[in-house]
């Protein structure tokens, strides 16, 4: 694929999103490690092992949440400079470049999903009479169905920020809703990528075999990188 592209129909660029995400190196990079990232954090130390064991864990653990972050900071940084196929040395050289500022936003965009949360169930506890304990268990029940759902209304905020280079956290979400809400009547690709893996996600066994959530989290990584990518491309035709 060219870096250049002419206009595409609505059609044509959701395609174009599709194929681009699935012949693009960097994209499977980044997913490689998802996949590490989601084993590491399924591995438990055995009972009675040294603690020099449990923290060398600890410490694999945080090395391959980094690296995940580092290789997804690159992939988010290097789509966003044109509209071919992502190669792994493109990622690699773009999370040199945004790394810090994708870290210290995603630590800014954590703590305000944090407070949100708190306010929510703070007001449904004193408001509402609902006991604590099951409100927090409430909420936590819900939290999956949550993030898609967001994810979903602020498809548009990390290829804003990519795009346009605005790594200030509140104008950045403000911008990335008003271009879903102008962006509504074509939103029916974005809602079928990003809400239905979690509609079959519902349907899965909670306690079903590791490489089934495997299989699931690549195929909802997949969807996801399409959005962006189509979300990206949508924000450099109309910067264009």
Request: net charge neutral; proline share 4%; aromatic share 12%.
């Amino acid at each position: 694929m060219s870096d250049s592209a002419p206009h595409l129909t609505e059609s044509a660029q959701r395609l174009h999103a599709v194929v681009r995400t699935l012949l693009s190196r960097g994209i499977w990079l980044v997913l490689m490690a998802q996949m590490i990232l989601i084993l590491s954090l399924q591995w438990r130390v055995p009972e009675g092992e040294s603690p020099l064991l449990a923290s060398l864990a600890i410490a694999l653990t945080a090395l391959a949440l980094l690296l995940f972050f580092y290789l997804q900071a690159g992939a988010f940084h290097a789509l966003a400079q044109g509209r071919g196929a992502l190669s792994v040395e493109e990622v690699l050289r773009g999370g040199k470049v945004v790394f810090s500022a994708f870290v210290w936003l995603t630590l800014k965009a954590g703590l305000l999903l944090m407070a949100v949360i708190n306010v929510v169930t703070l007001f449904v506890v004193f408001a509402g009479g609902y006991d604590l304990k099951a409100t927090t268990q409430l909420l936590t029940s819900v939290f999956g169905p949550m993030s898609g759902v967001l994810a979903f209304i602020f498809a548009y905020w990390l290829p804003w920020v990519f795009v346009r280079r605005d790594f200030s956290l509140l104008p950045s979400l403000r911008a990335a809703l008003r271009m879903a809400w102008t962006r509504l009547p074509q939103s029916t690709f974005l809602a079928l990528v990003l809400l239905a893996p979690l509609l079959v996600a519902l349907f899965l066994p909670a306690d079903g075999p590791l490489w089934l959530d495997l299989a699931a989290s690549l195929v909802a990584g997949i969807l996801g990188w399409a959005a962006y990518v189509y979300c990206v491309e949508v924000l450099q035709e109309a910067a264009s």
